[in-house]
């Protein structure tokens, strides 16, 4: 069962953490056994919020030792992924619904060697992706309206996330699965059981005052997710 079981991924989303503590915090989750730093980027256009750009980018790329998953919610995103590539993004992923040319874009993120992902807001079907399934290192599948942390799952998300499966294999893409939004214990076990294999979570690990715990608490309860699931891709 282990050799087919999924590589589950922990992604902590650091619009939760202290923003004049990063380091700190980026610290605590890496000796937690975090995965990736998921870093989201707004822009007050594409998400009501505004958060970071390439400048923190760079220097979160100076502490932390685990790759930079960069989540760009902003308006024309083909405009600044030379920048986040540049200021060290290892992952970058665009919405759907922000670009006309997804598989221009795509293509450019991959050619300038990061790895490239596809967004769908809650209310993008997963059809959408059929004619980029192959072309997708990762899809993002967002369980609530992005633009803030500490927002409640979507429960909706979970057949989401077979359906987004269900197109993925259909084209025979291998690309993994993001979830990102009101992750948390509780719920983490239907997540990995619906196909998801890289988990975003802010609030269920930066909200509690032990991010380090909270990295590995989330992890356990993704691993015994996957143990009680049975062999899966
Ligand atoms: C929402 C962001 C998420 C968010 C997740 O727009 O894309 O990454 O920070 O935070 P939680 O886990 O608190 O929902
Ligand atoms: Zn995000």
Same mark, same amino acid.
């Given at each position: 069962m282990s050799a087919t079981a999924p590589t589950i991924q922990i992604a902590p989303s650091i619009?939760?953490?202290d923003f004049a503590a990063l380091g700190r915090d980026i610290a605590a989750v890496e000796r937690g056994g975090a995965d990736l730093i998921h870093v989201d980027v707004m822009?007050?256009?594409?998400?009501p919020n505004i958060t970071i750009g390439p400048p923190v980018v760079r220097a979160v790329k100076r502490i932390a030792t685990k790759p930079l998953d960069v989540h760009l919610m902003i308006e024309e995103p083909d405009r600044y992924i030379d920048d986040f590539v540049a200021a060290g993004a290892n992952m970058i992923s665009v919405h759907v619904e922000a670009v006309p040319h997804l598989h221009r874009t795509i293509g450019y993120i991959k050619k300038l060697g990061a790895r490239a992902g596809a967004v769908l807001n809650p209310?993008?079907?997963?059809?959408?992706l059929e004619d980029i399934a192959r072309d997708l290192d990762y899809v993002l599948v967002m369980s609530?309206?992005? &633009?803030? #942390?500490?927002q409640a799952f979507i429960p909706h998300s979970i057949e989401k996330l077979r359906r987004v499966r269900a197109v993925l294999d259909a084209a025979g893409s291998s690309a993994a699965i993001e979830i990102d939004g009101g992750v948390d214990e509780g719920n983490v076990a239907d997540i990995v059981a619906a196909g998801a294999t890289i988990l975003v979570a802010g609030n269920a690990i930066? &909200?509690? #005052?032990?991010a380090e715990a909270a990295t590995r608490s989330l992890r356990q309860a993704a691993l015994g997710a996957v143990q009680g699931a049975g062999p899966r891709r």
């Open positions: 619009l939760s953490a822009d007050g256009h594409f998400v209310s993008t079907p997963a059809v959408l609530v309206n992005p &633009g803030f #942390g500490g930066f &909200g509690g #005052g032990d």
